[in-house]
């Protein structure tokens, strides 16, 4: 896989991960009783664990995206794509790998492990950049 479809396969990944805890939510507005706004930022969470987290771990793609979209962006620019072809799918199975963990729980193994993914995004990420210097 080659950076553009990593940072592809990405943006296809944050939006799974929004339609996953937010899907559900349109039934409960639509026939539970529940008001479209019950889900607003300064109210009280109201969704299982598992949900928030999924938006959480959502929430981090959308954080580190702009990161990894500069990087293959200058990478395609500057003509020198095969540095970032080389480690963008790591970054790539890094990212699912530590959302699928944020939302898996919160124990202190489970958090560990997302804040080393995180790092090896950050790393993988680094390390284009500097290449491309």
């Known amino acids: 896989m080659g950076a553009v479809e990593a940072v592809l396969y990405y943006l296809i990944w944050m939006i799974a991960l929004a339609l996953f805890y937010a899907f559900p939510r349109v039934p409960k507005a639509l026939f539970g009783g529940k008001p479209f706004?019950?889900?607003e930022r300064d109210k009280p969470a109201?969704?299982?664990?598992?949900?928030?987290?999924?938006?959480?771990?959502?929430?981090?793609?959308?954080?580190?995206?702009?990161?990894?979209?500069?990087v293959v962006a200058m990478a395609?620019?500057?003509?020198?794509?095969?540095?970032?072809?080389?480690?963008?799918?790591?970054?790539?199975?890094?990212?699912v790998a530590q959302s699928l963990v944020h939302i898996s729980?919160?124990?202190?193994?489970?958090?560990?492990?997302?804040?080393?993914?995180f790092l090896v995004q950050l790393a993988l990420i680094v390390y284009i950049a500097?290449?491309?210097?």
């Open 37 to 39: 706004d019950s889900w």
């Open 46 to 70: 109201i969704d299982p664990a598992f949900m928030q987290r999924a938006k959480a771990a959502h929430m981090n793609c959308v954080e580190n995206f702009p990161l990894f979209l500069a």
């Open 76 to 95: 395609a620019i500057t003509d020198q794509l095969i540095i970032a072809d080389s480690v963008a799918s790591f970054v790539l199975y890094a990212r």
């Open 105 to 117: 729980g919160t124990s202190f193994v489970q958090i560990m492990t997302r804040a080393t993914l």
């Open 130 to 133: 500097v290449q491309l210097l």
